[in-house]
């Protein structure tokens, strides 16, 4: 499975970006999609996730800021991020793999694409 992110770059605080990623490859191998971000001197954190039936997941610090959705008929996952904080700052990775009984795991992962909050 190949995954090509786009739509990161410079955002004022509390402003908006919505980042896209594509699937390809072997998709029948992916049920879940999802995005990481990690800002220098941080671990790697899960933004959000989505399953193919469309149940969704998200991490505490984006929790009512960030939407995930996804098309499955374009193998497409976005991520529209609003009021955006500078501390959202980070290289956000998208991500797929297989979930099952309440579990994801990520095998999948595409180029980061850069996303900076900041006046």
């Known amino acids: 499975v190949q995954l090509q992110a786009s739509g990161g770059g410079l955002v004022q605080p509390g402003g908006s970006l919505r980042l896209s990623c594509t699937a390809s490859?072997?998709?029948?191998?992916?049920?879940?999609m999802g995005w990481y971000r990690q800002a220098p001197g941080k671990q790697r954190e899960l933004v959000a996730g989505i399953t193919n039936g469309g149940s969704t997941n998200y991490g505490d610090s984006v929790k009512g800021r960030f939407t995930i959705s996804r098309d499955n008929a374009k193998n497409m996952v976005y991520l529209q991020m609003n009021s955006l904080k500078p501390e959202d700052t980070a290289v956000y990775y998208c991500a797929a793999g297989w979930a099952y009984a309440g579990r994801s795991e990520y095998d999948y992962w595409g180029q980061g694409t850069q996303v900076t909050v900041s006046s």
């Open positions: 490859g072997s998709i029948f191998s992916i049920n879940v």
